[in-house]
C-alpha cells in the first residue's frame, strides 16, 4: 500500500518559516535564508544521508503555490522554481494554485503540474503518477495543514532545529484541529531532532 | 556546578494546557485532565524510568501561583496543592506569587514557599535551598517561558506526546524570542518523545 509522507524542517516554536517570504528571504522575515532551520542539510549531510534520501524517495510530490514560487497573483511564466534547472525531485511535482498554467518539465525527471483543482485533486493526481510509490506532501506549513486537517497524511517526518524563531509565521498544525498519532521514532544529533510520527 | 532544569510535557502545537484551569479541568478547556499528554507518565511508567527520576531529583524547585493552585487572588488557605500531603518533589518548592503566604511544610520533605519578589528572587532562594544540587523550574508554561527569555535554564527536557491538542492555551516559547538551543538527545517510545536541550 503506497503511503503519503510529509517532511518538514520546523523550529521548536513550530514555525518553517516567517511572513512575507520572498526572492530575497525565501524564509521570511526573521528567517532569511532558513540556515538556522536547515544546517544539518548543508552543513551536517554526511550525519543525515538517510533522513535525506527518503525526503526525495517518493514518486511524486504536492506542493503549495508560495513553495514552488514567492509570487502571487498570476504566473510569471519566467519563474521555474527555486531549484535550478534540476530540482531534487526527479519526479512529477503538484502544485496547487488558482492559476492554471501549462507543464513545465525540468532536467532530470522533474515536472512542474499546475493542479487548480485543489487537495484532494492534486493528491489523486500525484498517487496515479507516483504508481506503486508513495506521494510526498513538499510543503509549506499552510499545504501541509491542509494535508492533516483532511486526515491525508500517513507518516510525518518533522525535522526539529534547536532554535526558537520567535518570529510571525504560518506554525505546523494550526487549525489542524485535535488529532491523536503515533510516535515512530526520533533521532537526534546536536543540530536536529528527527521526529517520525505515524496517523 | 549546578545547574537549572526543567521538565515540560508538551503537545506537537506546544502546548501544556488549554485556557480555564480548574479543579474540575486542572489542564484547562478541551485538556481536562491532561491524560493526552501525561499517559506516557501512568500507563507506561516502567518504560520512562529515568525520564520520571530526572523530573523529581533537583534539590529545590520553582513554580508559577496556577501551578500551584487553580485560583487566583488572595490566597484560600485551605488549599495544599494538587499532590496531596505527601508530594512529588521532596524538597523545598518555591512559588511566585504576588500575594504572601507563611511556607506550608507538607510530608515527605516537600515545603511550599511563596516567594513575591519575581523570578530571579525565586531563583535566588531555590539555589541557596539546593546546595550542591540542581535547581527545577517546574511549570507551567508562562513561568517557564519567563526564566526562558531570561535565559535561566540550563537544561530543557520537553516530553512531547504524540498529539494535536488544537485549543487555545499558553504555548511553550511564546514570547521568549530567538534562541539557539542544542539538542542533547532524543528517546522515542510511541507515547512520548523525550527532547533534551541545553543552552
Request: charged share 20%; net charge negative.
Amino acid at each position: 500500500m503506497t503511503q503519503v509522507t510529509c517532511d518538514l524542517g520546523i523550529s521548536l516554536d513550530g514555525l518553517s518559516a516567517g511572513v512575507n517570504q520572498s526572492l530575497d528571504q525565501p524564509f521570511g522575515d526573521g528567517v532569511g535564508d532558513g540556515e538556522q532551520l536547515h544546517a544539518w542539510m548543508f552543513e551536517h549531510a554526511a550525519d543525515h544521508q538517510a533522513e535525506l534520501a527518503a525526503i526525495t524517495a517518493a514518486g511524486a510530490f504536492v506542493m503549495g503555490r508560495h513553495m514552488f514560487t514567492p509570487g502571487r497573483g498570476a504566473w510569471d511564466l519566467a519563474w521555474r522554481g527555486w531549484w535550478g534547472e534540476d530540482p531534487p525531485y526527479h519526479a512529477p511535482v503538484f502544485v496547487l494554485t488558482h492559476h492554471e498554467r501549462e507543464p513545465l518539465p525540468m532536467s532530470g525527471g522533474t515536472t512542474f503540474h499546475f493542479v487548480t483543482g485543489g487537495v484532494s485533486e492534486a493528491l489523486r493526481q500525484a498517487r496515479e503518477a507516483a504508481g506503486d510509490r508513495d506521494v510526498a506532501v513538499a510543503g509549506g506549513a499552510t499545504t501541509i495543514n491542509q494535508f492533516l486537517a483532511a486526515d491525508l497524511i500517513d507518516e510525518l517526518r518533522l525535522h526539529v532545529a534547536p532554535v526558537v524563531l520567535g518570529v510571525e509565521g504560518v506554525r505546523l498544525f494550526d487549525g489542524v484541529g485535535p488529532r491523536r498519532l503515533r510516535t515512530v521514532s526520533a533521532r537526534a544529533t546536536p543540530e536536529v531532532t528527527h521526529l517520525v510520527l505515524r496517523r
